[in-house]
C-alpha cells in the first residue's frame, strides 16, 4: 500500500487562506511565478518569445495563462485547466443598507452555493478599488484581513420552524451586519484605508465576503483538511506546484509546451472575457505560434496533437446520505485522483482520454477513481466542456473528491493533493502522442 504523503498541505492551506479572492489569486500566482524566473506579458504588447522562454500573461487581474517553450520544435501543447474563482457574497455598487438601528451591507449571491453555512460565521471583505489618479484609472487590491461582519440568524424562539426548512430569501435574510447606526457611511472609506487610498479617489470596486477562518489539517491521523474554496484553489495550487515541478534547469526538449491554465467566472458560466468560453487561451496559443514561427496549418496540427487536464474538484460519497451517490462510481476522499464522466458531456472524459490519463497516473503510481452522478439526477459542469470548444483538443475531466461543495468551508482528503501533484507533473512531463484516433503511443523520454 502507497504510504500516505502530505508534504504541500501546509503550503497549499497558507495559499488559500491568502488568495480569498481571483484577484489575489493571480496576484499570489504572478509572484511566484516571478521568483522562478518566468517573464511577464501583456496581451496589449507584441510578444518577442525565446525558445526556451518561460512566460506568463493575465487577463483583468483574475485570470492567467503560464508556459513554458521547448529549445526546439514546438510539437503539442499540454494544457492544465482550473478555476480561480468560488461561490460567494459579492458586495453590491451601492453597498450599505442603513436604519435607524444598524447599518448592513447589500449584497447578492455570485455563483450557486449554500446559503446556510453562512449564519453566524465572522466573515472578512477582499478583491480590489479603481482609483482615480492624476496619470488615469488604477486598480488597488485590497483584503482587509479582519472580521468585520457577521450574518446573523433568527432565534429559534422566532422561527419555530427553522429546524424544520426554511426558505432563504437572500435580499431579505443574507444581508451581513457591519455596524450600529454611527456606522453610516463608513464602509468604503474602511476599505480605501486598508489599500491606503484616498476614499475620494475610489470610483470603482469588485468586493467580497469570505470567511475568516483558517484552512485546517484535522481527523484521525490528520486525514482531513477543511477550508474556504478548496473547490477550486485545491487544482490550482496542484497545477502551479506541478507546472513548476517539471521545469528543471537541465532537461531533455521534448517539444511540449507546458500551460498553467486558470480561468475565471467558471461558477457562472464561464462566459465572460476572461472565463474559459472566451478567446483569452486560443489567442494565447496563437501568439505562441507565431512568435514561433509556426504555420497556421503547423498550429492546427499542434492544436490536434495536444492534451487538456479540466482539474474541478468532485462530490466524495457523503457519510450521512450515501443513497445520493452513484451505486460504484462513487469516490471517496483519501482515494486518489477523480475521473469524472457524464454521457451528456458536461464532464470532457470519454473512453481514449481517460485511458490516457490512467496510464500516465500508472507511470507515477498514483491512484485513482471515478466519479458520475446517480443516472436519476443532473449534474453541475465544468470548464474543460467549454474551453474545449475554443481550443478543440482531447481532454479529461478529473479532480480531488470532497464534501459540502459551494460551502464557505469544504473538507477534503489530505492525501489526495500529492497524488493530484504528481499526476500533473507527469502530464507536463510525458511525451506520447495519439497516431490516429483511439491509438496512442507513450514513450517515458
Not at 521545469?247 to 458560466?269: K, Q, R, S, T, W
Request: glycine fraction near 8%.
Amino acid at each position: 500500500m502507497t504510504e500516505k504523503r502530505y508534504d504541500h498541505v501546509e503550503d497549499m492551506l497558507h495559499f488559500i487562506d491568502e488568495s480569498p479572492t481571483a484577484y489575489q489569486a493571480v496576484a499570489n500566482m504572478k509572484k511566484t511565478l516571478e521568483a522562478a524566473g518566468y517573464t511577464a506579458l501583456s496581451e496589449n504588447d507584441d510578444w518577442q518569445l525565446t525558445p526556451g522562454g518561460r512566460y506568463f500573461v493575465t487577463r483583468n487581474g483574475s485570470s492567467l495563462l503560464a508556459f513554458r517553450l521547448p529549445a526546439g520544435t514546438l510539437k503539442a501543447f499540454r494544457i492544465a485547466a482550473a478555476h480561480s474563482d468560488s461561490p460567494l457574497f459579492k458586495i453590491k455598487a451601492e453597498p450599505e443598507v442603513a436604519d435607524s438601528c444598524y447599518v448592513r451591507l447589500n449584497v447578492e449571491k455570485y455563483g450557486g452555493m449554500l446559503c446556510a453555512p453562512w449564519f453566524d460565521r465572522p466573515l472578512s471583505c477582499a478583491g480590489r478599488l479603481i482609483v482615480k489618479t492624476e496619470e488615469g484609472l488604477r486598480t488597488v487590491l485590497v483584503d482587509a484581513k479582519e472580521p468585520l461582519f457577521v450574518i446573523p440568524n433568527l432565534a429559534i424562539h422566532m422561527n419555530r420552524e427553522a429546524n424544520d426548512g426554511y426558505k432563504i430569501n437572500v435580499q431579505k435574510d443574507m444581508l451581513p451586519l457591519y455596524g450600529d447606526a454611527s456606522a453610516k457611511g463608513s464602509f468604503l472609506k474602511k476599505m480605501a484605508f486598508l489599500a491606503g487610498v484616498s476614499a475620494e479617489a475610489v470610483i470603482g470596486q469588485d468586493l467580497y465576503l469570505y470567511p475568516c477562518e483558517k484552512g485546517i489539517r484535522w481527523g484521525a491521523e490528520g486525514a482531513f483538511i477543511s477550508s474556504g474554496r478548496l473547490d477550486d484553489l485545491e487544482c490550482v495550487y496542484a497545477s502551479l506546484t506541478a507546472f513548476l515541478a517539471s521545469d528543471p534547469a537541465e532537461a531533455p526538449d521534448n517539444g511540449l509546451v507546458p500551460i498553467h491554465a486558470i480561468f475565471d467566472n467558471e461558477e457562472v458560466g464561464s462566459s465572460t472575457r476572461e472565463g474559459a468560453g472566451a478567446t483569452f487561451l486560443a489567442d494565447t496559443l496563437v501568439r505562441i505560434a507565431e512568435a514561433m514561427g509556426v504555420s497556421a496549418a503547423g498550429y492546427r496540427r499542434l492544436v490536434a496533437a495536444s492534451f487538456m487536464l479540466s482539474a474541478d474538484n468532485a462530490h466524495a460519497v457523503h457519510p450521512a446520505a450515501p443513497e445520493k451517490s452513484d451505486p460504484v462510481n462513487r469516490p471517496v476522499m483519501n482515494g486518489g485522483v477523480v475521473i469524472k464522466y457524464n454521457a451528456n458531456h458536461r464532464y470532457t472524459t470519454d473512453g481514449v482520454s481517460a485511458a490516457i490519463f490512467k496510464m500516465l497516473c500508472d507511470t507515477c503510481d498514483v491512484p485513482y477513481q471515478t466519479f458520475a452522478n446517480r443516472s436519476d439526477m443532473a449534474g453541475g459542469s465544468t470548464l474543460g466542456s467549454i474551453a474545449s470548444t475554443r481550443v478543440p483538443v482531447r481532454s479529461v475531466d478529473i479532480g480531488l473528491a470532497q464534501l459540502a461543495m459551494h460551502s464557505p468551508y469544504e473538507t477534503a482528503g489530505a492525501a489526495d493533493l500529492e497524488s493530484l501533484i504528481r499526476a500533473e507533473k507527469a502530464f507536463f512531463e510525458t511525451p506520447f502522442e495519439e497516431t490516429e484516433d483511439g491509438c496512442v503511443v507513450m514513450s517515458e523520454a
